[in-house]
């Protein structure tokens, strides 16, 4: 077997290995399959061309049948950067790069009745005409704009991961320099078609690794949403519409003011439903003050105090009003003067928030349970870990109470925590 059929053989597997891998795809949605499908039968399509003007520059002259072959090659290039447009960007309708696309084919055609582009001498010999780069031009513009376009997409990604696209980009300009300058009149594939193809591979395998991660983000929303569920526990709301309903009848103006509360805390657990990054603590703590004050009424033996000394920092939501409901509902409640309270200070290695109370307490060891108090604990320690580099610690002795201090990295050594 001659070394150009091992070349062609080890690119159709490569091509093949691209429309499996895409087939199997889990995190690719049809719509982004679809234009996988399209690249790779654009490829083979290349892949042909390539073979049958290889043939024709090597035979008898047949000027028409080459000419078409030629017009075919460089019209599929800037077709295959497109394809790539709507898979970076598939809501935009790109017309600008659909138009250079249609533009470089039609400069082509013209090849038809015009030298303009290129012609094919009686001799069999390519001569380039006045607008015979187009194509080169059209796909430099489009590999920019597609590299910008990329870049854009998924900025906040570090320098090494936006490697690939940058280093496909360079492999493409060094294959039209080598098809251009240094053209191989052995192999039937040419350079740009071979770096084509590793590229389409390259591209696919980097942009799965992006879709696996917005699929990550979005189950990071939804456990966020679960979350904040949990935070409004039905037994909760039915309690505090009870103690509304009883306060109705036998103090209207303390009902009105727990229905303005209840309404506030509402409004706050939906609000965190669309919060990505951290709140102010100011704002966390008017949300476990309007909890706090609810459960005031319903329950007189409970007191929650504060005692803020340091309160400009951020924190993610929902962290210190489950601390504060866990204490309730799980530790004082059943106390006959339970207290629970708030206390924050700055110290040397960052912010710290201190929940405490005179409850029931637990074993401290047994954090890792998966009872409901324990669980919601958890959850807030590992959004604390992995949004700002935070850390939570309980201390818990059985009949005397627990204490929770949660510790916020200082902004300017949240990147060594």
Same mark, same amino acid.
């Given at each position: ?36 499908? =399209? ?33 075919? $090659? ?7 950067? =497109? ?39 009686? +001799? ?28 854009? !997409? ?46 389409? =591979? ?14 990550? !983000? ?5 456990? &966020? ?25 036998? *103090? ?11 309404? $506030? ?32 009424? &319903?329950?007189?033996? +409970? ?7 340091? *309160? *400009? ?17 799980? $530790?004082?409640?059943? !106390? ?9 200070? &700055? ?52 009949? +005397? $109470? ?16």
């Amino acid at each position: 077997m001659s070394l150009n059929m091992v070349i062609v053989l080890l690119l159709l597997l490569q091509l093949v290995g691209l429309v499996f891998s895409v087939s199997v795809d889990a995190y690719i949605s049809r719509r982004h399959k679809r234009i996988f499908y =399209l690249i790779a039968l654009a490829i083979f399509a290349l892949m042909i061309q390539n073979r049958v003007e290889f043939a024709l520059s090597h035979t008898e002259p047949h000027v028409l049948i080459r000419t078409i072959s030629v017009i075919i $090659g460089y019209s599929l290039r800037p077709v295959i950067l =497109l394809l790539y447009f709507y898979i970076v960007d598939e809501q935009s309708t790109h017309l600008l790069a659909r138009v250079l696309v249609g533009v470089n084919a039609f400069v082509y055609l013209t090849a038809l009745v015009s030298p303009l582009s290129f012609y094919i001498s009686d +001799v069999n010999v390519f001569h380039r005409g006045p607008l015979g780069f187009t194509s080169h031009i059209v796909s430099a513009f489009l590999l920019v704009a597609l590299v910008v376009q990329t870049i854009r !997409r998924y900025g906040k990604l570090g320098k090494m991961e936006l490697f690939i696209p940058q280093f496909n980009a360079g492999l493409i300009v060094a294959s039209v320099y080598m098809d251009t300058f240094h053209e191989n009149a052995r192999c039937t594939i040419s350079y740009l078609t071979m770096a084509v193809i590793t590229c389409s =591979l390259f591209y696919y395998i980097w942009l799965h690794l992006q879709f696996v991660r917005e699929h990550e !983000r979005d189950l990071q929303a939804e456990q &966020r949403i679960r979350i904040m569920m949990t935070q409004i526990q039905p037994h909760f709301l039915f309690n505090t519409i009870t103690a509304f309903t009883s306060l109705c009848r036998i *103090d209207p103006i303390k009902a009105e003011d727990v229905a303005t509360k209840f309404a $506030g805390y509402l409004r706050r657990n939906l609000y965190s439903l669309n919060v990505e990054g951290c709140v102010p603590f100011r704002q966390e703590l008017e949300h476990t003050q309007l909890y706090a004050d609810i459960e005031m009424v &319903r329950f007189d033996n +409970v007191r929650v105090e504060y005692d803020i000394g340091d *309160d *400009d920092f951020e924190l993610p939501p929902l962290t210190v009003q489950p601390m504060v409901e866990n204490a309730i509902s799980h $530790g004082v409640r059943i !106390r006959d003067k339970g207290i629970v309270r708030v206390v924050t200070y &700055r110290a040397e290695d960052g912010h710290k928030i201190v929940v405490e109370d005179n409850g029931v307490g637990f074993e401290a060891q047994k954090l890792d349970s998966l009872s409901e108090e324990h669980v919601g604990l958890r959850n807030v320690r590992e959004r604390i870990e992995s949004m700002c580099g935070g850390t939570l610690v309980v201390e818990s002795t059985a009949d +005397v $109470g627990t204490k929770v201090t949660i510790t916020i990295p200082l902004q300017g050594k949240r990147g060594q925590a």
